[in-house]
């Protein structure tokens, strides 16, 4: 087979990657993506869809307010001094970043929106915003992509709901808020199927319009095709050998390889598989950070889908604590999710029994809640049976029959329930944040994530942590080229997203955070090419 010549190789197609070949394409670059899946966008399309992009022209637009200085307070809070992989530079790189990727989107059709109210993750931090930085696109009919709409990859919402919107859902049998969207939702599906579209939302929705914009700029995407390895000659990455359906073929590369591959999977700390992009990366000798840190997070402990489509909002709603077998709180349930899968992951590490943790609520959660895939109201009679929803008429009933101790569980449940009347949780703080806030029930007072467990019958769910990969990666510079562990940039190969040491250190700080920073950082990375 012929080689192939290319100003750029990108290797990977998530939201970091197509930002890189619309950037490259814009500059007037030949740009070749390679995905090795048949699927465009790899996690990235299932999840929220939001990108956290703090003092943006979106916040200026809408009389929001925010600074360069408060975002840099606040990414300052999660690393230490001296941080390969998060120096000032580099952070203040992807803060200023922000408004030329904006109007890099806008001006390729892209809209974005703000998500109203979804407030960082550690809001009550220096620089924290309680109103939110994070943005999203708006839903887009799969038509628009002809054949190319059988790459993308189904989305995680079962309905064309926005992150934001979805939210909402959480709290139909209980606001006017969450009704009005409910029905605003059941419009647009309705109104889809009149119209013969098949509308994508959230992650799919940003993939789709991303990959648009690509292939509209004239950007060669090739999937099934894996990286084989990095070629190195005179001092810098020259090209690569990729496998196109078993057919391996050399690229030569005018200007730089990125890439844009996403989390390296556990539990295998480095990955050892031939070929492998993170591995072409430390074979030149790149440095690392974090590779002892996982991203954790809790799910259901009778999902198997990987990864993990369910977002369990409803820990922050009232009437529900989270407790160990010796039923006993550990977490604000209210908190990220990297917190409460990092506490609970503790617990199971410290704990002979599985699950070591169970949701508990009574019937008042049950009848104006969603928990997870569970509609408020009627329960379905398979969840009883298989074990993953537990009911009974009294407490010390449903701790015996899941295996809690039952006194621990009694003790907890009444304190709790002193708290939750005065709207004070003394014990983890659940509800002082906004972010706890978000998602907890507006209509419920005196805090809308604490209510007393105490209407019968009695509700529990068995939980478990999981790893969604390491938090670690290769340490690269202001302007994405990965560094040795001197410091010192390997020329003409950058790396963007999950496959790069975090901003943040071990830190999930914000809702679209990740694909924010990988967003800003491909378009940095080709403006560095032709700088």
Not at 267 to 275: I, K
Not at 295 to 320: C, D, I, N, Y
Request: glycine share 10%; proline share 7%; with cysteine.
């Amino acid at each position: 087979m012929p080689d192939i010549e290319c100003d750029v190789l990108i290797v990977g197609s998530g939201i970091g990657g197509l930002t890189s070949a619309i950037a490259a394409r814009m500059a007037g670059l030949e740009a070749l993506v390679v995905e090795q899946d048949l699927l465009i966008g790899g996690p990235s399309s299932a999840s929220n869809g939001m990108l956290w992009l703090p003092n943006s022209p979106l916040m200026l637009r809408e009389k929001v307010p925010d600074s360069r200085r408060a975002a840099l307070d606040y990414l300052a809070n999660f690393v230490d001094d001296g941080d390969p992989s998060s120096c000032p530079e580099r952070r203040a790189a992807f803060v200023d970043g922000v408004a030329p990727l904006v109007a890099l989107y806008e001006s390729r059709n892209i809209p974005l929106h703000l998500c109203e109210g979804y407030p960082d993750h550690y809001d009550t931090l220096p620089g924290g915003h309680a109103t939110g930085r994070a943005v999203e696109t708006e839903v887009i009919d799969a038509e628009k992509l002809g054949t190319w709409k059988r790459r993308i990859r189904p989305q995680s919402y079962p309905i064309p709901a926005r992150a934001s919107e979805w939210a909402r859902l959480g709290r139909t049998e209980s606001t006017w808020d969450g009704r009005i969207g409910a029905a605003r939702l059941r419009w647009r599906s309705l109104a889809a199927r009149v119209r013969a579209q098949k509308l994508l939302s959230a992650g799919a929705a940003l993939q789709a319009r991303l990959l648009l914009a690509a292939l509209q700029l004239g950007a060669r995407i090739s999937t099934r095709t894996a990286l084989l390895s990095l070629e190195y000659n005179n001092g810098r990455v020259c090209g690569a050998m990729i496998d196109c359906d078993s057919w391996h073929r050399r690229v030569h590369v005018r200007h730089g390889v990125v890439i844009a591959t996403g989390r390296i999977p556990q539990p295998s700390p480095l990955p050892s598989a031939d070929g492998d992009a993170v591995t072409g990366m430390l074979g030149l000798g790149a440095g690392t950070g974090w590779m002892n840190e996982d991203w954790r997070f809790l799910r259901l402990a009778s999902e198997q889908a990987r990864p993990a489509t369910t977002v369990l909002t409803a820990l922050g709603k009232p009437h529900l604590i989270i407790v160990g077998r010796d039923g006993r709180r550990f977490v604000d349930e209210a908190a990220p999710p990297m917190e409460v899968g990092s506490a609970s992951l503790a617990l199971e590490k410290a704990s002979d029994a599985s699950p070591a943790a169970w949701a508990i609520f009574d019937a008042r959660h049950r009848s104006r809640y969603r928990f997870g895939p569970i509609a408020p109201g009627r329960i379905p009679r398979q969840r009883l049976q298989d074990g993953s929803l537990v009911r009974a008429a009294t407490l010390d009933a449903l701790a015996r029959e899941c295996g809690i101790d039952p006194t621990g569980l009694e003790a907890t449940i009444n304190r709790w329930n002193v708290m939750a009347g005065r709207g004070i949780d003394d014990d983890f703080g659940k509800g002082a944040s906004s972010y706890d806030r978000y998602h907890g029930d507006p209509a419920h007072a005196p805090n809308p994530c604490m209510g007393p467990i105490s209407r019968g019958p009695f509700y529990a769910v068995p939980l478990r942590a999981e790893s969604l990969g390491t938090c670690g990666g290769v340490t690269v510079d202001p302007f994405a080229r990965v560094t040795r562990i001197d410091g010192t940039p390997i020329s003409g190969l950058y790396a963007i997203g999950g496959c790069t040491a975090p901003l943040s250190g071990p830190h999930d700080v914000a809702p679209g955070f990740a694909a924010g920073v990988a967003a800003v950082f491909g378009m940095i990375a080709i403006r560095n090419m032709v700088s």
